[in-house]
């Protein structure tokens, strides 16, 4: 099969050759043609949730996991499903063939819908829902081979952030200030405690050997990558904890990773100014690593 930008360059199309495939409510369009109305509630009051689900080898990884908690996160805000979830299964599975696309994400978005500016919505609206494909390296990035940086940040966002909800406008500010600052992730903190990194699940190895990340709940969102990593470490037996833990306990602690669907597991060399350990990769955190690699490699896919 063609790739899709090829394709257009061989129908001598008057596209630009490099746009993609994108997915608004009914159907498949150039990305250049896709419209939304300006009433959306997504874009006049942050009002929609998302997910984003990493592709390897034409493949979406923990998949379920990433529906489920699209579901559970429609749910919460009382936004009902816009199409059953097989459905939008296939639409990921057919932005991917359509955009050729081998690693990299698969992103999806639904908003309550669209109606004249009122805070108080009417029951009858129409969900939105769009999706789009970007290229990334997913596995085996610089990142994930050196470490990170992360830096401390006050937690600056709202009180449901077990919602994946599309107001990112908090972390957008704290990744930015921690960039500038020369990290490549922020932890942000509430009451003494690490909530999870901007745009990841935050954990650490204590100095005894056990693996710490913190347990669900309105504070912290509940990652899918974190699910299937917590379930590998049952499966090893690996000791493992779910509890808070503070900045001075994780620049203390032996080894520190995030992990997200884009960035798998990542090893943290340096916490604020604190290098931990020898300032490389711990070993737990390697195994995880490969671990969890191995796992999303197998041609079925994800530890779900
Ligand atoms: N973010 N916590 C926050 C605040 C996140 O935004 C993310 C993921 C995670 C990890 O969740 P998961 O393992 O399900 O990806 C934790 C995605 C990658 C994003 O917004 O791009």
Not at 153 to 173: E, H, N, S
Request: charged share 30%.
């Amino acid at each position: 099969m063609l790739r899709a930008s090829a394709r257009l360059v061989a129908e001598g199309n008057r596209r630009a050759p490099m746009e993609r495939i994108v997915y608004r409510h009914d159907g498949f369009t150039p990305e250049s043609e896709a419209r939304i109305s300006l009433f959306d509630r997504g874009f006049l009051f942050g009002d929609a949730v998302y997910e984003v689900t990493a592709a390897l080898d034409g493949r979406l990884i923990d998949e379920d996991l990433h529906l489920e908690r699209l579901e559970r996160s429609l749910s919460e805000l009382e936004i009902p499903m816009p199409l059953p979830r097989a459905e939008i299964a296939g639409i990921q599975a057919e932005l991917v063939a359509r955009n050729g696309l081998k690693e990299g994400v698969v992103y999806l978005h639904v908003s309550r819908g669209a109606a004249d500016r009122d805070f108080i919505w009417s029951e009858d609206l129409k969900p939105l829902l769009i999706g789009f494909t970007q290229t990334k390296i997913v596995r085996d990035s610089p990142s994930q081979r050196e470490g990170i940086a992360v830096d401390l940040a006050p937690d600056p966002r709202w009180a449901r952030r077990d919602v994946k909800t599309a107001m990112l406008l908090g972390q957008a500010l704290a990744k930015r200030a921690a960039r500038r600052r020369g990290f490549q992730e922020v932890w942000l903190v509430e009451e003494g405690e690490i909530t999870e990194g901007a745009s990841s699940t935050a954990w650490i190895v204590t100095r005894e050997g056990r693996i710490v990340t913190r347990g669900n709940s309105w504070a912290v969102l509940p990652g899918c990558t974190r699910r299937a990593v917590l379930r590998l470490c049952a499966e090893q037996g690996l000791s493992f904890e779910e509890r808070a833990f503070s900045p001075e306990e994780a620049q203390a602690a032996a080894e520190a990773f995030v992990t997200s669907a884009t960035s798998f597991v990542t090893p943290v060399v340096r916490i604020g100014d604190e290098i931990l350990g020898d300032g490389r990769p711990g070993p737990t955190t390697r195994r995880l690593q490969a671990l969890y690699l191995e796992a999303v490699s197998k041609p079925e896919a994800a530890p779900a």
